[in-house]
């Protein structure tokens, strides 16, 4: 069931977060918005609320602990509860290694690696008193395989992968029964390659979207399936791509 469900989702003001929103509010999930850039978070939100939906939004940067725990607060305090927390904030300023952007590699680390952990260990606590749960993140093909151009941004999404079937595996153990969805986007048409701050990389990238990027709405909607199923079921992993995009 998505109606009535929590769902926190970072990383919610443009792209895969946005559509996320939009589709689960318009299923009657209450969700709750955190990004860094507050006038698109209420943007978005302004327009969910006008279609009748449920939403609130915090400005959020995922490598602060302290922005992660407010917004579990915040989803809380506004809808009494949170059922799910879609870890999907990220940003992928690739480049080859001998570029030496030593500034870009950092910064993915902290968001795309931390800024699971911190959000993760901002619900944790929820989830294990509760007994119950969903996280989603996403990861990206380049958690899968490895990309020139892509060795930090691939790292940083293969440790996604690691990370969140090993929580799948302790919270099955520990009897808490948090389920888990790691998700696997190929080219999908975001702001994400705005992000990228080497030039012959950013062009190189631009063509493959161009030529085979296709809507966010794509993720939402496996996002929603993952979520409707029954509490005892979870789906571990979707890859989602263009259907022409050779790799
Ligand atoms: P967008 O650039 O459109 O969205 C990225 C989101 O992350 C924005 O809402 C941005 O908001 C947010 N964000 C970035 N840094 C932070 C931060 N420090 N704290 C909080 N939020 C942050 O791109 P996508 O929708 O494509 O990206 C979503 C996820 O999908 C990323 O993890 C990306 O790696 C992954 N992905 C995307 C693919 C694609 O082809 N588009 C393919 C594979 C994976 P703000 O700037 O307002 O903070």
Not at 22 to 45: C, F, H, N, P, T
Not at 137 to 156: C, E, F, I, Q, R
């Amino acid at each position: 069931m998505i109606k009535d469900k929590v769902v926190i989702i970072t990383g919610a003001s443009s792209g895969i977060g946005e559509a996320t929103a939009k589709l689960l509010a318009s299923k009657g999930a209450k969700v709750v918005l955190g990004a860094r850039r507050e006038d698109k978070l209420k943007q978005i939100v302004d327009e969910i609320r006008k279609g009748g939906g449920q939403a609130a939004y915090q400005e959020l940067d995922v490598t602060k602990q302290s922005d992660n725990d407010d917004i579990v607060k915040l989803a809380k305090d506004t809808f009494a509860g949170v059922d799910v927390m879609y870890l999907n904030a990220g940003l992928m300023p690739n480049s080859p290694l001998s570029a030496l952007k030593t500034d870009d590699w950092h910064q993915m680390i902290d968001v795309n690696i931390k800024g699971v952990l911190n959000g993760v260990a901002a619900v944790l606590p929820t989830f294990i008193e509760q007994k119950s749960g969903h996280v989603i993140a996403t990861s990206s093909v380049a958690g899968l395989k490895a990309y020139p151009d892509g060795a930090v941004y691939g790292g940083t999404k293969w440790f996604v992968r690691d990370f969140m079937e090993v929580l799948r595996m302790e919270s099955a153990m520990e009897g808490t029964n948090i389920r888990t969805t790691t998700i696997y986007p190929a080219a999908i048409n975001t702001e994400l390659l705005d992000t990228i701050s080497d030039k012959v990389t950013a062009e190189a990238m631009q063509n493959v979207y161009k030529q085979y990027g296709i809507s966010p709405d794509r993720i939402a909607n496996v996002v929603g399936f993952a979520i409707d199923q029954p509490a005892d079921t979870t789906i571990n992993e979707f890859t989602v791509g263009p259907a022409n995009q050779p790799w």
